[in-house]
């Protein structure tokens, strides 16, 4: 046993040996805790030559009382801990409000979706109709089309003729 505070432990409990405080005078290196040995021993001797306390006449008494008033205090940590009516109620009815509430929010997803598709179906429906499209050989003339239908600059000598 060759650690000191096992030494020191020990020697609250009983005299040590001369190997025994050997051993932790050894163990110790330093000046200070050297110094530290010698009180630990020599506080640990003195508090061995005090009387040993009187006990009251009802110390049994008191320590079974403690004892009870603790048990009783456990018991009602235990009871009020427990599951009942009046402490479950309220939280099951705010569990259900949050479901209920996260079911109409998806059930109006839901509609607005089935919304959405009825009017993509109507569109597709209606662009499906057109049967004729114009051919690509249209669109080579575009820009002489273009040009046709832009409004010319005003001529000024016909202008000036009709003044």
């Known amino acids: 046993m060759n ?5 020191r432990e020990l020697a609250w409990r009983r005299r040590l040996t001369p ?3 050997a051993a ?10 050297a110094a530290e040995v010698d009180t630990e021993l020599a506080l640990t001797e ?4 005090l009387p040993n ?6 110390f049994t008494a008191r320590v079974l009382d403690a ?3 603790e048990g009783k205090m456990r018991a009602r940590a235990t009871s009020a801990n427990s599951w009942s009516w009046r402490r ?6 705010f569990a259900v409000s949050g479901v209920l509430t996260l079911l109409a929010a998806a059930s109006l997803i839901s509609h607005h979706q089935q919304v959405q598709a009825r009017e993509m179906a109507r569109s597709l429906t209606a662009v499906s109709g057109v049967v004729s499209l ?4 249209v669109l080579q003339d575009f820009e002489a089309i273009r040009h046709l239908n832009a409004n010319p600059e005003p001529d000024e000598r016909l202008l000036a003729l009709f003044e």
Do not use: F, I
Not at 46 to 49: E, G
């Open 3 to 7: 650690d000191p505070e096992q030494l």
């Open 19 to 21: 190997a025994e405080e």
């Open 24 to 33: 932790w005078r050894a163990s110790v290196e330093d000046g200070d805790s």
């Open 46 to 49: 003195s508090l061995s030559r």
């Open 53 to 58: 306390a009187p006990l009251s006449s009802n």
């Open 67 to 69: 004892v009870d008033r």
């Open 88 to 93: 479950l109620l309220p939280r099951l009815a």
């Open 134 to 137: 114009p051919s690509p050989e």
